[in-house]
């Protein structure tokens, strides 16, 4: 069975860190262009970050960047997401998903661009 697991999620205050991880299993990820997305309540599923299959291209919305980090180990079939400075408007659960790719700098940030999702991490940034 193919599956992707974040992991990392909690409580934190403002201007805390947390370091999100998805790990995969049932194939390998390691030629999959990855991504992170967030939901919050009654809001669209928005992209995060995105980060091509050989980790060198990366892609940020406006809102985090400067403060998140995406990054991969392709050996542990895994990606993470390092979050820094924190603020009450990133809370949402946050949502890991994966779509093969022939391009190793391929980033993708719409959400019908993957095929692979996880169950999804809450993040709660309190003020």
């Known amino acids: 069975q193919v599956q992707l697991v974040e992991s990392g999620g909690g409580l934190v205050q403002a201007g805390g860190s947390l370091r999100l991880s998805c790990a995969g299993s049932?194939?390998?990820?390691?030629?999959?262009?990855m991504g992170w997305f967030r939901q919050a309540p009654g809001k669209e599923r928005e992209f995060v970050a995105a980060?091509?299959?050989?980790?060198?291209?990366?892609n940020y919305a406006d809102v985090v960047k400067g403060r998140f980090t995406i990054s991969r180990d392709n050996v542990k079939n895994t990606e993470y997401l390092q979050m820094n400075s924190l603020k009450p408007e990133d809370t949402a659960a946050y949502y890991c998903?994966?779509?093969?790719?022939?391009?190793?700098?391929?980033?993708?940030?719409?959400?019908?661009?993957?095929?692979?999702w996880g169950q999804g991490t809450q993040v709660t940034v309190s003020s």
């Open positions: 980060i091509g299959w050989r980790g060198t291209t990366t």
């Open positions: 998903a994966a779509e093969p790719a022939v391009s190793g700098h391929s980033t993708y940030t719409e959400p019908n661009q993957y095929d692979y």
């Open positions: 049932g194939r390998t990820f390691s030629r999959d262009a």
